[in-house]
């Protein structure tokens, strides 16, 4: 698909909010390095090393979460556990996609009062949306006790009731943090958090009181006490008035709407393959296909690290040095990525087996295969990060849109068919065939559209 790139109406709307020249610091490229100061050099260094550090812990605390339930209970409490992750993630994704991302965009483009007010609109919609979010799972626990559903889900529900609107903001809290590109700040934040988690975990796991909903209820606690203290220290950077909140919802929608319409999609796309898995065969299958998604996610905390401080990066190396720059930073970074992860890849394929066993015990062995193919679609979402964060750097969030549709489709249709089969392998395979071809078609589409665009400007 090959599109002439124009300035959206949201791009234009900044200038309500007294847009500036971004500072020259942020023109940066990875061929640029070379040829700057010593000292912003070694910023950049320092940046990348401290998001390196906070998702080591993010992954660590996530990681070792999944570890002591899957050890202190069944596999039917660790699949329940996993539907409840499940959703989380689905409105943590798509909270990132209507506020965290429009913010990551716009707030390089303020200063001052704009900046203060802009933030405060961001976490207006971020309470508002949290609200929203919380009624519907409210609506579905009450459901759930009526039968609807996975049995043993109600209890799961009832505690994302009391705490999902906690452990919303957290991720909103990391996503501002990124956003400014304060990753000294997130570390210590994360850190916080993990540690009590962690902690409550293995004290409930000593007890023999340890279950899903409990879990949930020390996370939303942990995550609640590290968002006030955060709230409190950074009160200066918000200022929260009602009529700029509508006014910038506005402006957020107009961009924010592809890249919500397109999150929707793609967590639809994937985040529902434990649900048909707890369908078709039980929340026992769900918990294996949870502990083989922990032993790839256990590898890549480098990974996440280094995509949580690029994307921001993404924004900036466009908003300060234009297309032309942007895209020769996306190529050299997916390059860059891809060598490092294959390696990974690599071990995962020849040991998946054993870790899955050493990790999570002997019960979840005999799953390497499944193992195998995730890594294989860890890689594949490695080199592809970039691609779509670019998409959405230059506000063409509807072309995500677009080809997130493949990946919905044949979850509904291949992958659908592939788990009711397969099971836990069916999942897998379904997971990779959709980020397969929408990876590559987003490349495509990416690298074909800011040529395109070049070639207009300069005859112009």
Known sequence: MTTILKDSDAASDVDAHQTIPEEAELATGVQALPLRSASSSHKFFSQGFLSLADQAVASITNFATGVIIARSSSKEEFGLYMLGFTLMLLVTDLQTSLIATPYMVYAPRFKGKAHALYTGSTLIHQVVFSLLATLVV???????????????????????????????????????????????TVFLF??????????????????????????????????GLGTLCWLWTNRNLYHLRMD????????????????????????????????????????????????CLGVVSASNP??????????PKIAHVYAASGQRALRTFVLKISATLAVPVSLLTVALILWGDRFIALLYGSRYSGNGLVVAILALNLLVTAVAFSFSRALFAIERADLDFALNLAAISIMLTLGLWLVRMYGPLGAALGLLAANLVTSVVRAGAFLRLPARTLVEQEAN
């Open 302 to 311: 480098a990974l996440l690290g280094i995509q949580n401080f690029l994307g």
């Open 244 to 291: 700029e909140a509508f006014a910038d919802l506005k402006r957020n929608w107009v961009f924010g709407k592809w890249v919500f319409a397109s999150g929707l999609l793609w967590t639809g796309s994937t985040n529902l393959y434990p649900w048909l898995l707890a369908f078709f065969h039980g929340t026992a299958a769900a918990g294996v296909f949870a502990a």
């Open 190 to 223: 994360d850190t916080f958090i993990g540690t009590g988690q962690i902690g409550g975990l293995l004290i409930l796991a000593h007890f023999k009181l340890l279950s899903a909903s409990r879990a949930y209820w020390l996370i939303g606690l942990a995550c």
């Open 138 to 184: 409210a609506c579905a626990a009450f459901a759930s006790g009526l039968g609807v559903g996975p049995r043993g889900l109600e209890p799961v529900l009832w505690a994302l009731t009391g705490v999902g609107a906690l452990l919303m903001l957290r991720e909103f809290v990391r996503r501002i943090c990124f956003a400014h590109l304060k990753l000294k």
